[in-house]
């Protein structure tokens, strides 16, 4: 199953009482079955691919473990960029509350793929391509880079936009069972400014 989700909406519940709503729990109300297969940051929207058989949840995850999954996210960052580029840099989580993630020489290698889509005003709006899988990852690339993510409240400045604007755009990978190419889009980003 593949649903658009949702800035502002976790996508499994959270610790406390407060943090119970999330994509997984509204969606085992009508289907008890369905087990997350990957996850979003509660503030980034887009494409997120669940399971509904313990069989389909180990070979989906096993494509993303092998990296087999390509994965395409569309973002605002602050500033302006110019062409392409690659970061590489270890990432470690640096701090628990608020969590927050950054280069550490024992962090494990992130590697991010980015491309500029439009330059605007004051910022510029990037595709992006993640060729690992770490926390944060892009937020945290980025950030270091010294474009944060347009509303990002950790990395960023919040205040600038109503969300922050990162959107998960595209997965594709071979389908686990048919192996057919697969490719599932997100609608574009609805973000409170434009680029």
């Not at 892009?138 to 474009?147: F, V």
């Given at each position: 199953m593949v649903v658009d989700?949702?800035?502002?909406?976790?996508?499994?519940?959270?610790?406390?009482p407060d943090q119970q709503d999330s994509v997984i729990t509204r969606l085992q109300c009508q289907e008890q079955g369905l087990r997350l297969v990957h996850r979003l940051d509660r503030d980034t929207s887009g494409v997120l691919l669940l399971a509904r058989r313990a069989d389909a949840l180990r070979r989906l995850s096993s494509l993303f473990a092998a990296r087999r999954v390509n994965k395409l996210y569309q973002a605002d960052v602050?500033?302006?960029?110019?062409?392409?580029?690659?970061?590489?840099?270890?990432?470690?989580?640096l701090s628990r509350?608020?969590?927050r993630y950054g280069s550490h020489p024992d962090g494990r290698l992130a590697l991010?793929?980015?491309?500029?889509?439009?330059?605007?005003?004051?910022?510029?709006r990037l595709w992006l391509r993640?060729?690992?899988?770490?926390?944060?990852?892009?937020?945290?690339?980025?950030?270091?880079?010294?474009?944060p993510i347009?509303?990002?409240?950790?990395?960023?400045?919040a205040g600038r936009a109503?969300?922050?604007?990162?959107?998960?755009?595209?997965?594709?990978?071979r389908h686990?069972?048919?192996k057919q190419r697969v490719r599932l889009i997100a609608p574009d980003a609805r973000f409170d400014t434009a680029c």
């Open positions: 989700k949702p800035a502002g909406l976790l996508t499994q519940p959270g610790l406390g602050e500033g302006g960029l110019e062409g392409r580029g690659c970061i590489a840099s270890p990432l470690a989580r509350q608020p969590p991010t793929i980015w491309r500029v889509r439009a330059a605007c005003s004051n910022s510029t993640p060729l690992t899988g770490r926390s944060h990852q892009l937020r945290a690339h980025l950030a270091e880079l010294g474009h347009v509303g990002d409240p950790i990395y960023g400045d109503r969300r922050m604007h990162l959107h998960a755009r595209a997965l594709s990978f686990p069972f048919t």
